[in-house]
Structure formats: structure tokens, C-alpha cells
């Protein structure tokens, strides 16, 4: 069965959850943060690769580089809500083959030969070196079925740069709490 693990570094006034521990991370200005498809938030211009945030508090985001992190930077920001961008996908996988995967910044469109795929989540650390999707016929977001979540044990198509080569297993998924 795929662990979910809730991604939460701070509760609602901004506080650090036990685990977790912040820093100011300076801007020159509060940062455009908006809901994404983690359910947490994107950020534009985030330093330091800061990638991966949530609300904590009425104008700052805690962000994260990886969502196995355990020390977030704290940024001012401006945030804005959206209420449509469910069913979320988490934001970095841990697969069955020891390959953990985190969502690529900008997934791309990919083709070898007549095959078309999209390029989801880069892998690191096993034989998986990413995660695919094929794009969708219609106009939509390919990104949000990139994960078979049809039964307790998620799976994903991963393979090498070149594309997807093999149905690989979901051992944990990290998926950032929203408010």
C-alpha cells in the first residue's frame, strides 16, 4: 500500500511544526504565490531553490527545496487561492526501485519517434530517472493522471531520459497540506 505522507512545516500562525525548523530567507519584494497543482502554493522568483510552499501566515509562505525537507525558508508574499486545481499530485514520490522523484519546476512534452509523453517528475538515487504521462487528446492537464491511483498501490511510468519504459511502484508519496 503507497504511503501518503502530509507535508505541514508550520501550523496556522506560522509556527514550526515538531520536526521542522525555519529561517528568514530575504526578498526584495513579497513574492506572487499562488495555489498550484501540489495544493500548496508556487512562488514566483523563489531564492535558493525554494520550491515547494505553503501558507504560513497572512502574507508569508514557507517553502521547501525538496518535500523531504525538514528546514523551510520563510518569505513574504502575496497569496492568491484557487479553488480548481484538484485532484492534487504530490509533490515528490519515493518508488519502489529506491529512485526518489520530485515535480519537475515545468513539466515538458517530449516525443521519440511517434511515441508523445510528458515529462513529470525527475528522479534521482535509482534506475528511475523520471516519470512520464502521455498528454491528453483533449484540452487539459496531462500532469494531474500521471499517478494510478486505481488501487492501493499507486504506480507511475518511469524510465530513463530517453522516456517511459516500465510500470515502477509508489512505495511514498509526499503531498503538501493546504489550508
Avoid at 519537475?104 to 508523445?116: C, D, F, Q, S, W
Avoid at 517511459?164 to 509508489?170: G, I, K, L, N
Amino acid at each position: 500500500m503507497t504511503e501518503v505522507r502530509t507535508i505541514e512545516p508550520v501550523d496556522a500562525g506560522g509556527t514550526p511544526m515538531p520536526g521542522y525548523t525555519a529561517r528568514d530567507v530575504p526578498t526584495f519584494a513579497p513574492l506572487d504565490c499562488f495555489t498550484d497543482i501540489t495544493g500548496g502554493l508556487r512562488c514566483s522568483d523563489t531564492p535558493e531553490g525554494l520550491r515547494f510552499c505553503v501558507e504560513a501566515g497572512e502574507s508569508t509562505a514557507a517553502c521547501l527545496a525538496d518535500p523531504r525537507d525538514t528546514e523551510f525558508g520563510l518569505v513574504g508574499a502575496t497569496l492568491t487561492f484557487m479553488t480548481d486545481v484538484s485532484p492534487y499530485v504530490p509533490a515528490g514520490l519515493d518508488l519502489a526501485d529506491g529512485s526518489r522523484c520530485t515535480l519537475g519546476r515545468n513539466p515538458m512534452a517530449m516525443a521519440t519517434g511517434n511515441e508523445r509523453f510528458v515529462h513529470v517528475y525527475e528522479c534521482t538515487d535509482g534506475p528511475t530517472q523520471g516519470v512520464y504521462v502521455e498528454p491528453l487528446a483533449e484540452i487539459g492537464n496531462p500532469v494531474r493522471y500521471v499517478i494510478d491511483r486505481t488501487s492501493d498501490r499507486w504506480t507511475v511510468q518511469g524510465g530513463d531520459d530517453s522516456g517511459p519504459t516500465r510500470t515502477v511502484e509508489v512505495a511514498v508519496a509526499y503531498e503538501l497540506f493546504s489550508r
